[in-house]
């Protein structure tokens, strides 16, 4: 940064220069700085930051395949749950319990249609952009 007064009685003018630099690295007038220190701190820096960057974007892909599997399994456990409270009424029905059966079984297919519909709105989720 550079600044400069000049004062005179009719007026006072002032210059000043600045410079920011906004990024993941130090800007290069800074990596030439370490450069005097250390000849071989600038390498270090740069391939620090790139061990880095990997490393952030092997952890988002794991946490994406994660999400995916986490919804695709809950679906189909969901989708078992209710195959088998299905069956589990159709059986209490033909063994002469059919209340419990029908009501057994009807917990069985809302689990069936709420699987699907879940199913269905994590896939459009996907695909639309959230806004």
């Not at 990024?23 to 007038?29: D, E, F, N, Q, V």
């Not at 790139?50 to 695709?72: F, H, M």
């Not at 009501?103 to 639309?128: C, D, H, M, S, Y």
């Amino acid at each position: 940064m550079v600044s400069n007064s000049v004062q005179n009685p009719d007026r006072i003018v002032t210059r000043s220069e600045g410079s920011v630099h906004i990024g993941p690295l130090p800007s290069p007038k800074i990596l030439k700085e370490y450069h005097e220190i250390s000849p071989t701190i600038v390498d270090e820096i740069i391939n620090a930051f790139a061990e880095q960057g990997k490393s952030r974007r092997s952890n988002e892909a794991w946490i994406y395949k994660g999400g995916v599997i986490r919804s695709i399994l809950g679906v189909v456990l969901a989708f078992l749950l209710g195959i088998f409270a299905l069956a589990g009424g159709l059986y209490l029905v033909m063994h002469d319990h059919g209340i419990a059966g029908t009501i057994f079984g009807g917990f069985g297919l809302i689990g069936l249609v709420n699987a699907f519909l879940l199913g269905t709105r994590l896939r459009q989720e996907r695909k639309e952009p959230v806004e």
